[in-house]
């Protein structure tokens, strides 16, 4: 009696727009994991909108900018701010960028053409080329 009742309401909720409330369980579910099942995660992403809630953490971990073992995010994002500001110091000493925050795009393009091993020495036509755009696309949907 129970789960017909909790299939009508999940049913009722999604006809009138509130869907996510058994999406919501699930994503906690795979989130508990130690390790993150990838495909799990993966397929719940595709199938249904990641809440906002959520939104961050999860293209960090699909993205593998996190790992899948949960215990050691601190850890690794803590790793990873630190490589991003030793980036930003080397390229600013060798004045391959600009002073300005971390917020121009170009200096997000360049830093990630360092930390890719692709920085070539013409950076004015490098940066014209297509996949830095796309990147640089790509960084500004992110920033809106």
């Not at 009508?8 to 994991?33: C, P, Q, T």
């Not at 060798?94 to 170009?106: Q, R, V, Y």
């Not at 053409?113 to 070539?120: A, F, T």
């Amino acid at each position: 009696m129970a789960s017909s009742e909790r299939n009508f309401r999940s049913h009722y909720y999604e006809k009138v727009g509130f869907r996510g409330l058994e999406e919501k369980k699930s994503l906690d579910n795979i989130l508990a994991e130690v390790p993150i099942d990838l495909e799990k995660l993966q397929n719940l992403c595709l199938r249904f909108p990641c809440p906002v809630a959520y939104r961050s953490q999860v293209w960090r971990i699909l993205l593998g900018i996190l790992p899948v073992y949960t215990n050691s995010h601190d850890i690794v994002w803590n790793l990873r701010m630190t490589q991003i500001e030793d980036l930003e110091r080397a390229l600013r000493v060798t004045k391959k960028i600009s002073a300005d925050s971390l917020a121009n795009i170009n200096n997000l393009t360049i830093m990630w053409l360092l930390n890719s091993n692709r920085l070539r020495y013409d950076l004015a036509n490098q940066l014209q080329e297509r996949e830095c755009q796309n990147f640089a696309r790509i960084c500004e949907a992110l920033q809106e």
